[in-house]
């Protein structure tokens, strides 16, 4: 099996554009290429590098999306150390238990050949980053975290925007499939877990703007003003163009909470890293705190699997029982 890793990005890049535009190119050179984890957003980006024309090979816990993808092409491996073969192997896999179940319980990172590459795209903890950084540079595997924003349907269309922490020649030779997954690479230092650490406080705003978004609703209600025409007034002023807004606005306003694009329990779990990735600098976060208990009593309530835009299910309930 070829082992042609892209030492010099240059040869993946149309001739027309600059090696410094990092969102245009979508040329890549023949590799083989390993998706570990095909849930929700993992099997819409395993689909799009599949698109591309290279060999993908793909692994995860529960078999009906392998057999999804196998029959548009991609290659089924039955254990996650079959994957370990690839030139570049991403991974999308719920939380740090399931990564380091998966990645080295799993004999992934023992499978894989010194200079091959691990892109993890979940979104974990920032202790948890720096210690895959550590193991991988013991094992001389380059790693590059690259978690996502953007729900499925943005994965879906290959528009989502990553957040990449790793060395530039690094993250230059594993820039090319990013784009195939996509609109936009945000680079946050060469330090892994410094992508993490900005993932993990766009979530935590994310809680904050739907937590809000969720009392002022319940507000407006309890004096007889629509969830409907509330979130309709912010969004065409207050919060015009804000996607965030206008997107999980509408889930609340239509009270639209299932299926889950970004399950509740995940963004407790979001919510609850980023608390402790201020605490590991000495910084304390209020809202943080604050978001932990409303996510806790949510969960409690039995919303765990229902999207996050249920905390203005949540915010109502609330109002209702005090």
Request: hydrophobic fraction near 45%; charged fraction near 20%; proline fraction near 4%.
């Amino acid at each position: 099996m070829s082992r042609t890793i892209l030492t010099d990005v240059r040869h993946c890049w149309s001739n027309s554009r600059s090696p410094n535009d990092h969102t245009a190119y979508k040329e890549v050179r023949p590799m083989t290429i390993a998706f570990l984890g095909l849930g929700a957003m993992g099997q819409h980006m395993a689909l799009n590098l599949l698109k591309s024309g290279q060999t993908v090979h793909v692994w995860n816990r529960s078999p009906q999306p392998v057999q999804s993808l196998v029959q548009q092409g991609a290659k089924a491996a039955s254990a996650p150390a079959e994957c370990g073969i690839a030139d570049v192997v991403f991974s999308m896999l719920a939380d740090d238990d399931a990564t380091r179940a998966v990645l080295v319980d799993g004999g992934v990172l023992d499978a894989m050949a010194p200079g091959s590459i691990h892109v993890n795209m979940a979104t974990v903890s920032v202790a948890f980053a720096r210690e895959m950084a550590a193991l991988h540079l013991a094992h001389g595997i380059g790693y590059v975290a690259a978690p996502v924003l953007g729900r499925v349907d943005v994965a879906a269309a290959g528009k989502l925007n990553i957040l990449a922490g790793g060395t530039d020649e690094l993250v230059d030779r594993v820039q090319p499939l990013l784009n195939l997954m996509g609109q936009k690479t945000w680079r946050f230092g060469t330090a892994p877990e410094q992508a993490n650490a900005v993932k993990l406080a766009c979530n935590l705003t994310l809680a904050c703007a739907i937590e809000a978004m969720g009392e002022g609703s319940a507000l407006a209600g309890a004096h007889g003003i629509p969830a409907a025409d509330f979130i309709e007034l912010i969004t065409s002023t207050l919060f015009a163009g804000a996607p965030v807004y206008k997107g999980y606005g509408g889930m609340i306003a239509e009270e639209r909470y299932s299926p889950a694009g970004f399950k509740l329990s995940l963004g407790q779990k979001d919510v609850r890293l980023a608390v402790e990735a201020g605490r590991d600098q000495g910084l304390s976060l209020a809202f943080g705190d604050a978001l932990q208990t409303v996510l806790k009593e949510a969960v409690d309530q039995g919303d765990a699997e229902l999207d996050l835009a249920a905390l203005g299910k949540n915010a109502t309930r609330r109002g209702r029982t005090t």
